[in-house]
């Protein structure tokens, strides 16, 4: 049987372009297996599609000093030594890496035995793990056209992002009947990102009586986020996370508050929804939020509010600016070229294993 080994970790968004992948290959004839974190999202999300799962060391390297490091050097080292004994147990044809840190010594024991790799990245530049892994890559697949210019020519390919299939079939009068909501009024869907914010968390509720004046809200606050004193606020429903539901919530949405992730970025492209992006600030981050959503914003295709303007004030003027140019921003999406990201990665997939590409 033909085998594909899946790695990446660390946020949703390393994971769920591939679980957009793991049917689609599966139907395809191949034995999956997926190496992630011993204790990470990547285990809760890929254990529940059933395919086998192996775990190894994870270290972090940070981009600043840090005794850490040190330590995290030594944790890469023995996930490397684990991902090499696991690659020659199940002896994959093809690894296929959606980045963060527990890709890395997967990637680079891939290369040690001669098996080709192909990368995706997501944001418009590369991070830290992909920048480490690609001088071992046969392919790298990239989601924003601008980000060709930060990866060897002859390997890159413009792809876009896989998107779940599911995503695109919610029913909106589920997640009425779900939240409890009216069809009076219109529905802001609000999403922290897999970590959940808790700064987007708190201006949303400093702000709550103005908006449920205008809107309903539906919040997913993240792991610990819930405020238990507006557990019956008429017209706001909560939620820590939400899984099958989402498609649903996405559905019923008129507008969407977001953090500014590739994934989910690709995802509300793929359903033509107006949002307003709120990027993760350079102090929390290496800035890759704030490229993303400028991208986007350029494009039309996303109103951007950033962490320094975020106040209570400034956010309802924000989502209520989002929401009329709703139709505009709309336009815009549906006349953009229109880019099959699971189909263009299958189709590299499909000729790096057919031997079409050969490995460098």
């Keep these: 049987m033909k085998k594909i080994l899946m790695t990446g970790g660390g946020t949703a968004g390393h994971v769920t372009p591939n679980l957009a992948l793991i049917p689609e290959l ?15 999202i990547e285990k809760d999300l890929i254990e529940a599609t059933g395919i086998s799962y192996h775990s190894i060391s994870a270290g972090k390297l940070r981009r600043y000093f840090d005794l850490k490091n040190l330590t995290d050097l030594f944790r890469i080292g023995v996930g490397f030594l684990s991902a090499l004994i696991l690659l020659k147990r199940i002896r994959p044809q093809i690894v296929f890496s959606k980045g963060g840190f527990v890709s890395c010594p997967v990637v680079w024991a891939a290369w040690m035995q001669r098996i080709p790799v192909i990368i995706h990245e997501s944001d418009l530049t590369p991070g830290l793990a992909n920048r480490l892994s690609i001088p071992f890559a046969t392919r790298i697949c990239h989601s924003f056209p601008e980000t060709a210019k930060h990866l060897p020519e002859q390997k890159a390919v413009h792809t876009g992002i896989p998107v779940r299939g599911e995503l695109l079939a919610g029913d909106p009068i589920q997640a009425r009947e779900l939240c409890g ?114 991208s986007f914003a350029a494009q039309g295709f996303s109103h951007v509010l950033s962490e320094a303007e975020l106040t209570p004030e400034n956010l309802l003027s924000a989502i209520d600016k989002t929401f009329e140019s709703k ?17 263009k990665v299958l189709e590299v997939l499909t000729e790096v294993e057919q031997g079409l590409i050969s490995r460098d």
Excluded: W
């Design 181 to 294: 909501f009216s069809e009076n009024k219109p529905v802001v869907l609000i999403i922290g990102g897999s970590q959940g914010s808790e700064l987007i968390n708190q201006s949303i509720r400093s702000t709550l009586s103005q908006l449920l004046e205008r809107y309903q809200i539906c919040h997913i606050c993240g792991k610990g986020g819930m405020d238990e004193t507006l557990a019956d606020k008429a017209g706001y429903q909560q939620f820590e996370y939400v899984d099958k539901e989402l498609p649903h919530l996405f559905a019923l949405a008129d507008l969407i508050v977001s953090r500014a992730g590739a994934t989910t970025l690709f995802e509300i492209l793929e359903l033509k929804k107006a949002n307003l992006l709120i990027p993760l600030s350079k102090k929390a981050s290496r800035g890759d939020q704030i490229e993303n959503a400028q």
């Design 327 to 343: 139709a505009d921003m709309t336009q815009q999406m549906d006349s953009a070229p229109s880019i099959n990201g699971k189909q």
């Design 26 to 40: 599966r139907e395809r004839g191949f034995e999956v297996h997926y190496i992630g974190r011993k204790t990470g």
